[in-house]
């Protein structure tokens, strides 16, 4: 793609990530109609119409999105998280278990399957989505590392957590000297993210 092209991204990504959706959804759909079929870009801009209130666009985008990448774990966690939003609390079900299928350590799909399954009187898987999130996330903040999207809860105060960015691609050129993404690579992918854990409970050695 053309450097201009490249620049408007950037500009498309900033906004999303400073919240600015009714600027970024325009943005993302030039992009999409100049561009090849990008998964991330789709998710991006499905995020933008449903942060808009247009769900049903969200959701249709996201579908495609999942059509496109269908090995990819996080576009089933991230139509999940909307299906539940959207009171479509078996299909989200259907995608966070799918998510897991492919992704058997992401801690927050455990906790948000958890929560519907417990809505459904599934109370020992829920539990058992629990303890595993729960390991996965006290392994992270024991080696001092905040997940993304998490925060301290009981399970009086469980509550669903939005998916993590995880494969999205950045499309800023890779800096080898940066420890933020070396960190990044944990939640962005699975075979980093099973080593990782692996690492820590080895008593950090390889």
């Known amino acids: 793609m053309s450097e201009d092209w490249k620049n408007r991204r950037a500009q498309a990504e900033a906004l999303y990530a400073a919240s600015q959706w009714a600027d970024a959804e325009p943005a993302f759909a030039a992009l999409r109609q100049e561009g090849p079929e990008d998964g991330n870009l789709i998710h991006d801009h499905a995020v933008c119409l449903f942060q808009l209130g247009r769900q049903q666009e969200a ?34 079900i259907a995608d966070y278990r799918k998510a897991l299928e ?45 997940p993304p999207g998490a925060e301290e809860d009981t399970p009086s105060t469980r509550k669903a957590m939005e998916p993590t960015e995880q494969g999205k691609v950045d ?36």
């Open 59 to 92: 959701l249709r985008e996201l579908d495609r999105a999942v059509a496109l990448e269908p090995d990819h774990p996080y576009r089933y966690a991230s139509r999940a998280w909307i299906r539940a939003a959207l009171k479509d609390v078996d299909g989200a």
């Open 171 to 206: 499309t800023a050129e890779p800096h080898p000297t940066s420890l933020w993404r070396e960190m990044a690579s944990v939640f962005t992918d699975r075979q980093h993210r099973q080593a990782f854990f692996a690492f820590i409970r080895n008593g950090f050695r390889t």
């Open 102 to 146: 492919l992704d058997p350590d992401d801690a927050i799909t455990l906790n948000n399957l958890g929560l519907l399954e417990e809505q459904y009187g599934m109370r020992k898987s829920a539990q058992e989505r629990y303890r595993k999130a729960d390991t996965l996330m006290g392994i992270l903040r024991d080696a001092g590392i905040d």
